[in-house]
């Protein structure tokens, strides 16, 4: 009986400094944390102050006339942050060059591999550990294309049609879809190309084309004085709504909402005064967006 107790005693050891033995050498479960970024999302306010190439407010030319788009749709080819009015562009923390291509001959913004976004969607994030620590005051966007719905007469009828807007320094483009309609272009096209999808009743869908003239695209930049951008670029300038500091301790994602002013950007020759674009006769003359606001969401 006294063997029978030594058995299970020694017995019981064995399992108690086997389990030890387990337990030692089990990997400790890890949480795997996710990387804070700085994520990048648009926001269309046609409310939002109205202003010239030099970030100063503007009213509409005698002889034009303007209306807020209706936006379905948004891209951007570059952006940089910078922490004084002093930085020149490139200089600063450059975050993002979008695709270009020599397909159409000199470079130009590949708009098949650009990415399109709706209000509220996200655009671009990147990790905050990349991102050098810093305060910055202003920041650079060079928009590229845009997609709005437009209001405009025909033969005395009113009409809403779908517009796409390539408002990039020079913009290959393969094909590109308006609404319904896919137009082909195998070719490079400048700053102001534009396609206009009409739904005609009773009738197929018609598309207009246009161009308008160079240097006609409104790019506001308040620090034009010290810091200028390319002439024929898109390269909006805008102030964070507070400095944005980044420290690269940060725990949590901070997320930006580039406020873009939609403030009658949209901008023509009325030839006859009435206020409502009427393509052919009347031509667009401006379709760059009218000032640009970043601001942190908390």
């Known amino acids: 009986m006294?063997?029978?107790?030594?058995?299970?005693?020694?017995?019981?050891?064995?399992?108690?400094?086997?389990?030890?033995?387990?337990?030692?050498?089990?990997?400790?479960?890890?949480?795997?944390?996710?990387?804070?970024?700085?994520?990048?999302?648009?926001?269309?306010?046609?409310?939002?102050?109205?202003?010239?190439?030099?970030?100063?407010?503007?009213?509409?030319?005698?002889?034009?006339?303007?209306q807020s788009p209706d936006f379905h749709g948004i891209s951007a080819h570059y952006i940089e942050m910078i922490t004084t009015?002093?930085?020149?562009?490139?200089?600063?923390?450059?975050?993002?060059?979008?695709?270009?291509?020599?397909?159409?001959?000199?470079?130009?913004?590949?708009?098949?591999?650009?990415?399109?976004?709706?209000e509220g969607e996200t655009f671009m994030s990147f990790p905050l550990s990349s991102i050098s620590p810093g305060s910055y005051?202003?920041?650079?966007?060079?928009?590229?294309?845009?997609?709005?719905?437009?209001?405009?007469?025909?033969?005395?009828?009113?009409?809403?049609?779908?517009?796409?807007?390539?408002?990039?320094?020079?913009?290959?483009?393969?094909?590109?879809?308006?609404?319904?309609?896919?137009?082909a272009l195998n070719d490079d096209r400048l700053q102001g190309y534009w396609g206009l999808e009409v739904p005609v009743p009773f009738s197929d869908t018609i598309v207009f084309t246009g161009q308008a003239p160079a240097g006609a695209t409104t790019v506001p930049n308040p620090l034009a004085g010290t810091s200028a951008i390319?002439?024929?670029?898109?390269?909006?300038?805008?102030?964070?709504?507070?400095?944005?500091?980044?420290?690269?301790n940060e725990t949590e994602d901070i997320v930006v909402t580039l406020s873009l002013s939609t403030n009658k950007s949209f901008e023509w020759l009325d030839t006859n005064g009435d206020g409502k674009f009427q393509p052919p006769g009347e031509t667009v003359v401006d379709m760059g967006l009218r000032g640009l606001i970043a601001i942190r969401e908390d």
């Open 230 to 248: 390319p002439a024929g670029s898109c390269v909006v300038t805008g102030s964070f709504d507070g400095d944005l500091t980044i420290t690269g």
């Open 85 to 118: 009015p002093f930085t020149q562009i490139g200089q600063g923390e450059v975050l993002f060059i979008g695709p270009e291509t020599t397909a159409g001959g000199p470079s130009a913004i590949d708009i098949s591999q650009s990415v399109i976004v709706d």
């Open 2 to 66: 006294q063997v029978f107790y030594r058995f299970f005693a020694l017995l019981a050891c064995v399992i108690v400094l086997s389990c030890g033995k387990e337990d030692e050498g089990q990997a400790v479960p890890t949480t795997n944390q996710p990387t804070p970024r700085l994520i990048f999302k648009f926001k269309f306010d046609s409310t939002q102050v109205r202003l010239n190439n030099l970030g100063q407010t503007a009213s509409i030319p005698a002889g034009h006339a303007g």
């Open 137 to 183: 005051e202003y920041i650079r966007v060079s928009l590229s294309y845009q997609n709005y719905d437009i209001e405009f007469s025909s033969s005395g009828i009113d009409f809403t049609g779908r517009l796409a807007s390539f408002v990039g320094f020079n913009n290959y483009i393969s094909s590109y879809k308006i609404n319904t309609q896919t137009v």
